[in-house]
């Protein structure tokens, strides 16, 4: 019997800090995303973003990730 495949995603995540954290304000990053089999981008002003972004991904191989 042949094993099954599971289907896998991978992600580049590229990040650069472009504000330190203050008191009056939290750290701003800035990058981006990249789903390699489709190459697809996406640029990224907030870190919640990145879960946003792969979300759709992981729901199409019945992940949930709500919680």
Do not use: C
């Not at 203050?22 to 701003?28: G, I, N, V, W």
């Not at 981006?32 to 190459?39: D, K, L, V, Y």
């Not at 879960?51 to 990730?65: E, Q, T």
């Amino acid at each position: 019997m042949e094993p099954v495949e599971t289907p896998a995603h991978s992600f580049v995540i590229r990040l650069r800090l472009e504000e330190m954290a203050t008191e009056a304000s939290p750290a701003r990053w800035r990058g981006h995303i990249t789903h390699i089999p489709g190459n697809e981008r996406h640029y990224i002003e907030d870190l919640d973003e990145i879960k946003r972004f792969i979300a759709p991904y992981l729901h199409s191989v019945n992940v949930d990730i709500s919680q």
